[in-house]
């Protein structure tokens, strides 16, 4: 009896991950609100109830799909290291740099995330700020390595500027070291002793 939950199991996870790999490229191309439930399941060969009874609607996809890509930068980050360490400033500076960068390759869908993110449910809320924070913690390490104070407001005021350096990519175009020189000057006083 085992085996054969453990296949049913086995073919329920493929097939989430292959309806969630079909809606990660419609959403990319076509934008959140352009793609249907209805498409994303023909394009899966599968109906609306089956999609259901997978536990999915619409906006799970789309926080599935960040989920996912998210973990996939996460899984990139490399911790903090005393090795070419110049400054706190220096290592931030190259940490978003580097963040910007993969965000930046990734903004259609990252765009999609913002603007619908806000239907998510809490579970998911809660499963992205986790991510976000495994983000931070180089930024958090490298700060507790040069002694500074009040390490949780300066991340959550740096990772809100981190956003605003995104949203300009994502408005004009922008490459990632226009994200960071138009976070840099508030940047700094996030790190003023």
Known sequence: MTGINEKQDAARTERAELVIRIAHEMFERDGYEHVGIRQICTAAGLSPMQLYRLGLDKKDLLAEVVLRINQQIIDRIKPFSTKGFKSVEDFIDRYLLDLYTQDIAIKGIRAEGAAFGWKWSGKYEELIIRQIFKMIQPIVDAL????????????????????????????????????????RPSLALCLKR
Request: proline share 2%.
């Open 144 to 183: 507790q390595h040069d002694g500074y104070d009040e390490i949780p407001a300066r991340c959550y005021a740096i990772w809100s500027l981190y956003y605003v350096g995104y949203r300009h990519a994502v408005m004009h175009d922008g490459d990632a070291a226009a994200c960071l020189a138009q976070i």
